[in-house]
């Protein structure tokens, strides 16, 4: 008799839960609960995390209206997942269309982690279509794969990262030698072997979410297509940098990723990703730094 097929149910991942702050002064947050490690191996909390806190920070602090634009960020220390971040704000500037603060991050009297954050007004690509079309030029490269939405289910779930609640999916043909493309979603749902639904998700939220993903740079998968033989033996985020193209998207839904590696030397790496709904429409292009050392130091 053939084995019985059970689906893993999970509780929901409640997004407010893990990332809401808290005011504690005209220019002063606080994390409700301390960032999550992805795994207890790891020396600190998983920096997509904390990218996606500083967001919240952002937009907490600025006016109605305004969206992320773009983040230029710094892992100054590792943050450890046993007290809450402290985040203190500056508000460098107050325009009509764009408006600029600088974060810093705290964990006691250590600073741990800077951001320069740009957001701004009139982001959807959809409600600024006939501007778009008579008077410039919206411009993106699809992804090279043409899987397409629906084949999605097809693929099985490859990674669970449970501390963060990430689901990865990889595509079986890869089509372009320089990238790697795979799917990840923060919670899960209408999965054959998952279900663990995101909930409390509201306009802030999501794009505290699929910041998260942001720092999923999957070079396990990218390095071997890459027919890099040498792995590193230390790897940690130095800088991240996210630029936010639209905001119509549906962060409860499937991402795909392009991964690329531009440079490699001298202990760091230089990695570029960019993000497309599951209908690929390009939402984000990320840019990061790793500290990337392939020997032992002497």
Same mark, same amino acid.
């Given at each position: ?32 609960? &301390?960032?999550?490690?992805?795994? /207890? @191996?790891?020396?600190? +909390? ?7 806190? !500083?967001? =919240? ?84 490269? &699809?992804?090279?794969?043409?899987? /397409? @939405?629906?084949?999605? +289910? ?7 990262? !449970?501390? =963060? ?134």
């Amino acid at each position: 008799m053939a084995k019985e097929h059970k689906k893993l149910e999970l509780p929901p991942f409640d997004i407010r839960k893990a990332f809401d702050v808290t005011k504690t002064g005209p220019h002063s947050y606080l994390g409700v609960a &301390p960032l999550t490690k992805p795994s /207890q @191996a790891t020396k600190g +909390a998983y920096g997509g995390n904390t990218v996606a806190q !500083a967001i =919240l920070v952002a937009l907490r602090a600025s006016p109605a209206g305004f969206t992320p634009n773009s983040i230029h960020s710094f892992f100054i220390k590792a943050v450890n997942d046993k007290e809450p971040v402290s985040w203190q704000v500056e508000e460098i500037s107050n325009g009509k269309t764009f408006v600029n603060r600088f974060i810093r991050g705290y964990q006691g009297d250590t600073i741990v982690f800077t951001a320069s954050v740009s957001l701004t007004k009139n982001n959807s690509t959809l409600q600024n279509a006939a501007r778009n079309n008579k008077n410039g030029l919206n411009f993106s490269i &699809p992804p090279n794969n043409t899987m /397409q @939405a629906g084949e999605f +289910a097809n693929l099985p779930v490859i990674w669970r990262m !449970a501390p =963060l609640n990430i689901y990865q999916k990889i595509y079986s043909h890869q089509s372009d030698p320089e990238t790697v493309t795979f799917v990840l979603r923060l919670g899960i749902k209408d999965d054959p072997d998952y279900h663990e639904p995101l909930t409390n998700v509201d306009n802030e939220f999501k794009y505290v979410g699929v910041t998260a993903l942001t720092d999923w740079m999957a070079l396990d998968f990218l390095l071997p297509h890459l027919d890099v033989d040498v792995r590193p033996k230390v790897q940690a985020s130095i800088d991240h940098s996210v630029y936010y193209h639209e905001d119509d998207f549906d962060v409860d839904d499937w991402f795909i990723y392009v991964l690329s590696m531009r440079w490699a030397g001298n202990d760091r790496a230089l990695l570029k990703g960019d993000v497309y709904t599951s209908d690929k429409r390009h939402v984000m292009t990320v840019v990061q730094e790793r500290l990337h050392i392939t020997s032992p130091k002497l």
